[in-house]
């Protein structure tokens, strides 16, 4: 199984990105997909998950509001759209897979991808 994070960059404050996780080896319908976040000097956080049926998502109170992720089960591909960055967003950020799970709980998540640098600039 292999999760590619894909994506981020430097943008400045108040500007959007568009995160990318392209997965294989999987049957990528079945699983809940999420991204987490490490910032610097801090603990891995839940950032939003997206369930593997029924289409409920969940997201940290951090980004409720200017975030939004969605899945192409399709392309086996999972994606976070982030708006109104803000420099404390700045992170690396890990797409993960879990079968079956829909929670927070990095626990939960069995398959996890490389991460990709968001630098947010004030």
């Known amino acids: 199984v292999q999760l590619q994070a894909s994506g981020g960059g430097l943008v400045q404050a108040g500007g959007s990105l568009r995160l990318s996780c392209a997965a294989s080896?999987?049957?990528?319908?079945?699983?809940?997909v999420a991204w987490f976040r490490q910032a610097p000097g801090k603990e891995r956080e839940f950032v939003a998950a997206?369930?593997?049926?029924?289409?409920?998502?969940l997201y940290a109170d951090s980004v409720k509001g200017r975030s939004t992720i969605s899945r192409d089960d399709a392309k086996y591909t999972v994606f976070l759209e982030m708006n109104s960055l803000k420099p404390d967003d700045t992170a690396v950020y890990y797409c993960?897979?879990?079968?079956?799970?829909?929670?927070?709980?990095?626990?939960?998540?069995?398959?996890w991808g490389q991460g990709t640098q968001v630098t947010v600039s004030s």
């Open positions: 080896g999987l049957t990528f319908r079945r699983y809940t």
């Open positions: 993960a897979a879990g079968s079956y799970a829909f929670s927070r709980a990095q626990a939960n998540y069995v398959y």
């Open positions: 997206f369930s593997w049926s029924g289409g409920s998502t």
